[in-house]
């Protein structure tokens, strides 16, 4: 029988297969969106395990999910870049 060999990083950080429409930006958001649920578990793992303070927990949680939020915003995820905001519009 056949055994696979996990790499270490391959271990502590899986990645999932991308289905979604496959553009540049839309890869590196969810190469980010799969870290940074990798770090919650992590995070959220240390807390449960009285290795990490509520208090500590919340405060990584949130720098996490700003840093999350600023590279949808740089990446323009979810906007359309040709719509200026008038739907009436002719072009």
């Not at 649920?37 to 290795?51: D, H, R, V, W």
Request: a positive charge; proline letters at 4%.
């Amino acid at each position: 029988m056949e055994q696979k060999i996990v790499s270490k990083e391959n271990f502590l950080y899986p990645r999932g297969r991308y289905y979604g429409q496959v553009k540049p930006e839309n890869l590196v958001f969810n190469a980010n969106l799969q870290e940074f649920a990798q770090k919650i578990s992590y995070i959220c793992n240390l807390e449960t395990a009285g290795k990490l303070k509520p208090e500590e927990a919340y405060e990584q949680i949130k720098a996490l999910w700003k840093n999350l939020k600023r590279t949808k915003k740089q990446l323009q995820i979810g906007e359309d870049p040709f719509q200026n905001g008038d739907e009436n519009t002719e072009g």
